[in-house]
């Protein structure tokens, strides 16, 4: 038995049309951006099924208001449901029976547990008052308004369900200790004792406190005491004073009761204060593990919950990213026990990265209220397997991003970080990921991130003189817009225009310098593209492009001896030769017509080979970037497409 579909209306972040989970698993990852829902919709279920009546209670603060200052209207109402599904050999299938509904769309009977609440005012309660009532609702979800029916669900079978919640603020040491409903206590109360083992522990208790009072000393200190005490009141209801164990039973020494930690090699004693913060997220962690171990040992069949919701919020909390990778497989093992379900709320890229994206559950803030996101994955299974391992766990941070730029690479993500950087739209204060897209299909990408409704520029290499550049790099991105459903036209000669499959198919074999391909029509055919956020870096790439706009601080300290040996014109053949083999390796030609480029096409070549090809291109461009003072980088790509990116960036950035 297991959670399968959530839904949530008018509770804390979610508005009255609510949200809803399906296709829940045995392991459910929360993310998202502080105050997108991920707490409160962990919460939600502690409202359902919580161990006491204080966490299923109902409050003015629980129901969704539009701002903190907005006022909450008589009637308000909210409501959480869950819908149980069972496997076919399920045990617990005779305890739920009568409650089961199905309908068409559903291949097995399920169970829907709903709580309804509704707020009013009232002239006695400044808070007003809520009524609130938890069912068993009996008929199918879509005939709600129809024909609605519903048992009430008693306190005793609530026994059926148990939640352990792990709030994000962990005070490990509070439970450790024997205190009302914390984790040390709920494994003690596990333990039975035999009334012979009782008896035999409160003798030897007294033994031990005799002991200590028979001592000389401490009777002399107990007496000291006493006589100071009584120059202080004269209140003879207290005037004798007894130090003692007090306890005289098991319960009563139960609550003395402390965790140490001790070296298996030296022996030392530590208290939990003495481990770090990490060491204590990490022990917390293990206390809830244990107890469901011990719950499962050590109670009766009949006492024990069908199913037990574990809810950890922000596990990463002091723990370093290569711990939770054993983390997330200790929860994921917990999870496919048959009474356990995991729900996991976090704001690491470490964790998405190591659970399966159909798991995970994308929160947003979108108009006041939460929304949810998840992933729809492709249908045929190798396009699957590029969609995830390309698009989701390649690079989890998207995520969290409010705004991904999309590039071909590591140059773009170093330029575009520090250009962000000095022309004031800082990356990581705008919550801006880039994304390397590599040699990943760009619509895998485009498909995750409008799944997540997370709006995005991409920045591609028109590669013009390169094998499948220039029209190449067009006919690729036209194909892959239509694969995504983008667009099935563009702006011919400013004219919206039908484009065959036929003519996109050849596109690649259009020539930039024939008159009716010509690079005016390529250069158009760009500009429609940068209408859905497409742009491309031309007439290469992002780093030609740099060299071509920054030549003077790329090459300034490489002059002479330190540059590209480059010989002497005078010897017409040598330099020649060197000038075609600049060329080939920049453009990627086995042959090259040198008189088809200018001599300034050819410099930038030469040096092109020098810097990115012989040393590498991220590493060319932290190097030579600082040469650029901040006025000239921005003069310099004001009407580069960087510019028109960075401008793009700047509107988006403001209507978030």
């Not at 001592?215 to 130090?243: G, P, V």
């Not at 390309?390 to 993500?413: R, T």
């Not at 209408?531 to 030609?544: A, E, K, N, T, V």
Request: a negative charge; charged letters at 30%.
């Amino acid at each position: 038995m297991q959670i399968s579909k959530i839904i949530i209306k008018g509770f804390r972040c979610f508005d009255s049309n609510g949200v809803t989970f399906e296709s829940l698993d045995d392991l459910n990852v929360f993310v998202g951006h502080n105050s997108s829902g991920k707490t409160a919709a962990l919460e939600a279920l502690v409202k359902l099924f919580g161990r006491t009546r204080a966490e299923r209670e109902i409050r003015k603060n629980d129901f969704y208001r539009t701002g903190k200052k907005s006022t909450l209207l008589d009637n308000s109402k909210l409501s959480i449901e869950v819908q149980l599904t069972f496997s076919k050999d399920d045990e617990s299938i005779p305890d739920f029976f009568k409650n089961m509904t199905t309908d068409e769309s559903a291949e097995n009977p399920y169970v829907r547990i709903r709580l309804d609440a509704t707020w009013n005012t009232d002239p006695r309660n400044v808070d007003g008052v809520v009524d609130q009532e938890i069912n068993f609702w009996q008929n199918p979800e879509c005939d709600d308004e129809i024909c609605p029916s519903k048992r009430v669900l008693r306190n005793t079978d609530l026994f059926a369900f148990q939640v352990y919640y792990v709030p994000a603020v962990r005070k490990t040491a509070d439970e450790l200790k024997y205190s009302s409903n914390s984790l040390l206590q709920r494994m003690l109360k596990l333990v039975s004792y035999e009334n012979e083992f009782k008896d035999k522990t409160a003798e030897t208790l007294k033994t031990i406190d005799s002991s200590i009072q028979g001592n000389h000393d401490f009777s002399e200190i107990k007496k000291i005491l006493t006589e100071k005490w009584s120059q202080f009141h004269k209140d003879h209801r207290y005037d004798s004073i007894e130090i003692g164990m007090l306890c005289d039973d098991i319960d009563q020494f139960l609550r003395k009761l402390d965790v140490t930690f001790t070296s298996g090699s030296e022996g030392d004693v530590f208290q939990i204060d003495d481990i770090g913060d990490g060491n204590k997220s990490l022990f917390y962690l293990s206390m809830i593990c244990s107890l469901l171990e011990s719950e499962r040992f050590l109670k009766k069949t009949e006492e024990l919950p069908l199913i037990t919701f574990l809810l950890i919020e922000e596990p990463e909390n002091h723990i370093s990213p290569h711990l939770l990778g054993r983390v997330i497989k200790i929860f994921s093992q917990i999870s496919k026990k048959d009474f356990v379900q995991v729900f996991i709320s976090s704001h690491s890229p470490a964790i998405v990265g190591r659970v399966n994206p159909t798991n995970i559950y994308h929160f947003q803030i979108r108009e006041q209220k939460s929304i949810i996101n998840k992933i729809t994955l492709p249908s045929e299974k190798d396009e699957a397997y590029k969609f995830v391992k390309e698009a989701v766990q390649h690079w989890p941070e998207i995520y969290f991003a409010k705004l991904v730029v999309i590039g071909e690479g590591d140059s773009e993500e170093v330029v575009f970080k520090y250009l962000a950087k000095h022309l004031d739209c800082n990356f990581d204060e705008n919550e801006i990921t880039f994304f390397p897209l590599g040699h990943r299909f760009v619509h895998h990408i485009w498909n995750l991130l409008e799944q997540l409704h997370i709006p995005y520029i991409t920045l591609l290499d028109l590669d013009l003189g390169r094998p499948g550049g220039g029209w190449g790099r067009i006919k690729y991105v036209l194909q892959e817009m239509i694969l995504h459903g983008k667009c099935d036209t563009i702006f011919w000669n400013d004219a919206p225009l039908k484009i065959t499959d036929e003519e996109i198919e050849n596109m690649h074999k259009w020539n930039t310098t024939d008159p009716s391909h010509n690079i005016r029509l390529l250069l158009k055919t760009k500009q429609y593209l940068e209408i859905y956020g497409i742009y491309f870096s031309g007439p290469l790439d992002i780093d030609y492009l740099m060299l071509k706009k920054f030549n003077f601080e790329y090459t300034k300290d490489l002059k002479g001896s330190d540059g590209p040996d480059i010989p002497s014109k005078e010897d017409d053949s040598e330099y020649k030769e060197y000038c075609e083999n600049a060329a080939k390796a920049t453009l990627k030609q086995k042959s090259i017509i040198l008189s088809d480029h200018t001599p300034k096409s050819i410099d930038l070549m030469i040096w092109y080979k020098y810097l990115f090809l012989g040393r590498g291109k991220p590493i060319t461009h932290i190097m030579h970037l600082p040469n650029i003072n901040d006025e000239d980088l921005k003069k310099g790509i004001d009407d580069s497409v960087l510019g028109r990116i960075l401008n793009r960036i700047g509107q988006l950035v403001n209507e978030m």
